[in-house]
């Protein structure tokens, strides 16, 4: 199920309010989509892991590229378990959720490894 920004703040709100679980990780259906996503965002991800930036605005203005633009791609981002976006009163902060991709050539699966700091 693909969800939207609005849809994962309230999923996120619900965790951190203890009234469920969080969900797993997105199933990933064919390793080449993660991929894509992952070779289109390489900068995007690049810059969130160096510069961690505190707002969606400030990552817009450190790449060059349009709000709108950084938006849909975090998005993007969040559907394939990349990225997480936390909310902080009203400003809303992109966290890597994965620093690694790995593809096994053996049986085509692909995996995401956690980032170590995903709870920041």
């Known amino acids: 199920m693909v969800k939207n920004l609005n ?3 309230q999923e996120l709100r619900a965790v951190v ?4 679980e969080p969900s797993p990780p997105p199933e990933i259906s064919e390793p080449k989509d993660l991929l ?6 390489l900068g995007l991800l690049v ?15 450190l790449t060059g590229r349009a709000q709108s633009n950084v938006s849909r791609s975090l998005q993007d981002l969040a559907r394939h378990g990349l990225v997480r976006m936390v909310r902080e009163g009203k400003q809303i902060r992109p966290v890597l959720a ?3 991709v790995r593809l096994d050539l053996n049986d085509g699966s692909c995996r995401l490894l956690p980032h170590a700091a995903a709870a920041e």
């Open 7 to 9: 849809e994962l703040e």
């Open 17 to 20: 309010r203890g009234e469920r």
């Open 36 to 41: 894509s996503v992952v070779r289109a965002n």
């Open 47 to 61: 810059k969130i892991a160096q510069e961690r930036p505190e707002t969606v605005s400030q990552l817009a203005a």
């Open 98 to 100: 994965a620093t690694e």
